[in-house]
């Protein structure tokens, strides 16, 4: 029997964790059966490890797994499950570094400030483990993103509790955008007809050139767009919504995604913030400039070093911040109890997390006395904005939606080879004056131009034809395997969209679209025909761009299965593996935290349980191997088990947790191979398993029980000792036994 390889990679903090306790038990049921499950080490941990060699032991080093596994990615024979990653932040890299020098590594500090070359060179160096440094490298194939099927039969059978009506009397709630002078009507775009490269300029008024970043490749066939927010635009924007949510009597908040556009969308917090306290703001400037406040990190940074002046002063601007609130609207509330605003942070009103809650909770946020509020939500581009009115709007004609009825819409997102719509962190820059933002090609030709004023925010992106063409292809297959319409989120009267709809055009022809409802509409005529569909329990395929897979894929799931986090994200990749997403990681420190201080892991692998279903189909497909097809069918049987039963870890020690919840998967999973008679050798070997796993349930359910309570060594945050995890992870000798003696 041939054998096909299946990489779980090794992470942080909780998923990792979860791994000690899940992968014995995956090893031991795909044992014999030509599926292999090894791990590759992306952690931050690694990621450093593998950054240093030189200055490690032999025993320390390990490979660039990351790397391996990227290039592993642009095989067929890939078949990669992918959990969370850290982000990772500076203050988390710093971390990282400080656990493993106190292990004996000799890895160099960080430097935050660098001022030699080599500081520089360092900090280069270490730029590869920063932010979402995995995504990139695997990424290699688009977004195939959708409710899994056992999750959604039990959130329609279940429907989560968290719908509020919206208010019979009316709402007052709407969304706020621009009405010009932002990117939406800026954006100009072109596709490059042959290869070149490009590099973007700054001309000033007195036509003095600036190099704002270096030439760099262009593809043949590669959309490029550019665009512009005007902030004098924007303030105004501000100071009228601020005025009418005073006369509305409504909330006013702010939805922006600080953590994606990493450049642009905390400038534009900041002007929020500087427009909103501007009588505070205002009066102490010069003070305030001084103690290096900047409110584009939001309210909390201004108040945070007050503590730097003379404390009557200090004293007087914090009475002025809160004199701000007497004359202004009251804003949305992230944390009402602790009296932390919309404005207090930029990481805070992700929007699209903070939206959908905005539908879920009837139109209504947080206000200060921890009630729900009619709002105006203030989403300042009308690249996306618009959508975002038009849901809102039907849920005001139609009330709210039912989970136990509505329709599912999955999405396809053009993802690959780092597909931007938004412009990237290094193409996107502040103006510095009155002038020009210019985009060159190599012969000197002046591709893109946009004219601007001091403070105005430029963006550049950047989409490979290749990518674009493979989504189109899905899209196909999708609806093809589906039966449901395929809808291409795409707005002409918008740069980008007008040159990525010429692609649509171009690649459709390719496929076999007979019988098929395929459909390019604007985001605002896609959204209200998906929605028609949704209260119908009809399913749509939403076909987009990669800020609407980031957008859409939280909108639809946190109305429909109550949170984003049941996805199931596969990535069909281009030379023809797949990438299995397993989820959100967001939560995962507090979990660990959980663990170490009390032995309780609440992190839920439902993820990790329904990723590795189409990991074994593409086994199956790939290879023709039966078995895989079986143990994927039972998993998802186990799984619909696992959730009916409601077998989910407990939020409370001395409940069940994420390793009671793995026993009761491999309970149902084991049971499910017994039953069924499609391959006998399976059944035999597992029919054992599922009759002395269910006759020692009480005996298994009182061990894992028995560990909890104290606190657990594990040997590290960042790089955990593999001996102490296993062993906290794996707390039953016997469940151990029974799995370990599996043949």
Known sequence: MSTSKIIWTKIDEAPALATYSLLPIVQAFTRGTGVEVETRDISLAGRVIANFPENLTEEQKIDDELARLGALARTPQANIIKLPNISASIPQLQATIAELQSKGYDIPDFPEEPKTAEEKALRERFAVCLGSAVNPVLREGNSDRRPAAAVKRFAQKNPHKMMKPWPESGSKSRVAH?????????????????????????????????????????????????????????????????????????????????????????????????????????????????????????????????????????????????????????????????GITNLHVPNNIIVDASMPNVVRDGGRMWNNDDQLQDCIAMVPDRCYATMYSVILEDAKANGQFDPATMGSVANVGLMAQKAEEYGSHDKTFTAPADGAFRVVDASGVVVLEQQVQPGDIFRMCQ????????????????????????????????????????????????????????????????????????????????????????????????????????????????????????????????????????????????????????????????????????????????????????????????????????????????????????????????????????ENEAKIAEEMLAAQGEAQDIGGYYLPDDDLAEKAMRPSPTFNAIIDGLA
């Not at 990117?183 to 704002?212: H, L, R």
């Not at 949510?245 to 600080?258: P, T």
């Not at 390019?520 to 005529?525: A, E, N, R, T």
Request: hydrophobic share 45%; glycine share 6%; proline share 4%.
């Open 178 to 338: 621009m009405k010009g002078g932002d990117f939406y009507e800026s954006e100009t775009s072109t596709t490059v007809d042959a290869p070149t490269e490009v590099k973007i300029e700054f001309v000033a008024a007195d036509g003095s050139v600036s190099e704002m970043k270096p030439a760099f490749p262009i593809l043949a066939g590669e959309v490029i767009d550019s665009s512009v927010m005007n902030v004098a635009a924007l303030r105004a924007f501000y100071a009228e919504q601020i005025e009418e949510a005073k006369a509305d009597g409504v909330l006013l908040s702010l939805h922006l995604k600080a953590t994606m556009m990493k450049i642009s969308d905390p400038i534009m917090f900041g002007h929020c913030v500087s427009v909103y306290y501007a009588a505070a703001l205002d009066k102490h400037a010069e003070a305030l400039e001084e103690i290096g406040a900047n409110v584009n990190n939001g309210l909390a940074d201004v108040l945070a070093k007050l503590d730097r002046l003379p404390a009557d002063k200090a004293a007087e601007i914090a009475a002025d911040i809160d004199a701000v609130y007497r004359d202004r609207p009251a804003l949305a509330m992230v944390d009402s109890r602790k």
């Open 463 to 694: 989409a490979k034809d290749a990518p674009s063409a493979n989504w189109v292809k899905l899209a196909v297959t999708r609806a093809r395997a589906t039966g449901s319409p395929a809808v291409f989120w795409l707005d002409p009267a918008r740069g980008h969209d007008a040159e990525i709809i010429k692609k649509v055009e171009k690649y459709l022809p390719d496929h076999d679209t007979t019988g098929l409802d395929i459909r390019i509409m604007k985001p605002v005529d896609a959204m209200r025909f998906s929605l028609e569909r949704i209260r119908r329990g009809e399913d749509t395929i939403a076909v987009t761009g990669n800020v609407l897979r980031d957008y859409l894929t939280d909108l639809f799931p946190i109305l429909e299965l109550g949170t984003s986090a049941r996805m199931l994200s596969i990535v069909p990749l281009m030379e023809g593996g797949g990438l299995f997403e397993t989820g959100a990681g967001g939560s995962a420190p507090k979990h660990v935290q959980q663990f170490m201080k009390e032995g309780h892991l609440r992190w839920d692998s439902l993820g990790e349980y329904c990723a590795l279903v189409p990991s074994l189909e593409l086994v199956a497909e790939n290879t023709g191997n039966a078995k895989a097809t079986v143990l994927a069918e039972t998993l998802d049987t186990a799984i619909a088990a696992y959730l009916e039963n409601g077998r989910l870890p407990s939020r409370k020690v001395n409940e069940i947790d994420n390793r009671g919840s793995s026993f009761y998967l491999a309970l149902y999973w084991a049971e499910a191979l017994a039953e069924q008679t499609r391959d006998s050798e399976l059944h035999e070997r597992l029919a054992p398993v599922a009759k002395a796993l269910r």
